[in-house]
Every structure is written in structure tokens, then in C-alpha cells.
């Protein structure tokens, strides 16, 4: 980069462009995963959608599952080490 850009930007642009991709990652998925949208005309034109699995399929994925086994706690080890009486 150069002469053009300083460093004290760098930590900037690292998280601009984290943002930036985690909203193109979410669009994304939104635009091919979400039972709500519809691109192609079949689904368009139909008034009522009866996708009930779908949408299930796109509420509960693998990560949502995966997580509801877990304990509520960001960081247990610290919390734990916190809370107890010593």
C-alpha cells in the first residue's frame, strides 16, 4: 500500500473489511437459504407458500442445535474461577 495509506489505519481496515464480509455472508445466505425469499417466478408468483419444513430447516440450523446443549456462560473457566468462595 504504500505511501498512500498510514499505518495507524491498518487496525481500521481490518475491521471495516471484517464487517463488510460478514455482511456479504449474511445477504448471501439470506438470498439462497431463507424460505421467505423467492428469486425465481414459480415461487413468486404463489400468494401462500406452504414451506413449514423449510422454514424450520432454516430457524434450527446445526450451530442453533449445537448450542442449546451448552451452558449460557460466555467463559466459564473465568467464571467459575470468580464465583466460587475460596
Not at 475491521?15 to 445477504?27: E, G, P
Not at 400468494?47 to 448450542?67: C, I, P, Q, T, W
Amino acid at each position: 500500500m504504500g505511501r498512500w495509506i498510514k499505518p495507524e489505519v491498518y487496525p481500521l481496515m481490518a475491521a471495516m473489511t471484517f464487517v463488510t464480509s460478514m455482511c456479504v455472508f449474511q445477504l448471501t445466505r439470506n438470498v439462497f437459504l431463507n424460505p421467505d425469499v423467492r428469486v425465481n417466478k414459480a415461487n413468486r408468483s404463489m400468494g401462500v407458500l406452504d414451506n413449514k419444513e423449510e422454514g424450520e430447516k432454516y430457524a434450527e440450523h446445526s450451530l442453533r442445535k449445537f448450542l442449546r446443549t451448552r451452558p449460557p456462560e460466555i467463559m466459564p473457566t473465568i467464571n467459575h474461577f470468580f464465583s466460587e468462595d475460596k
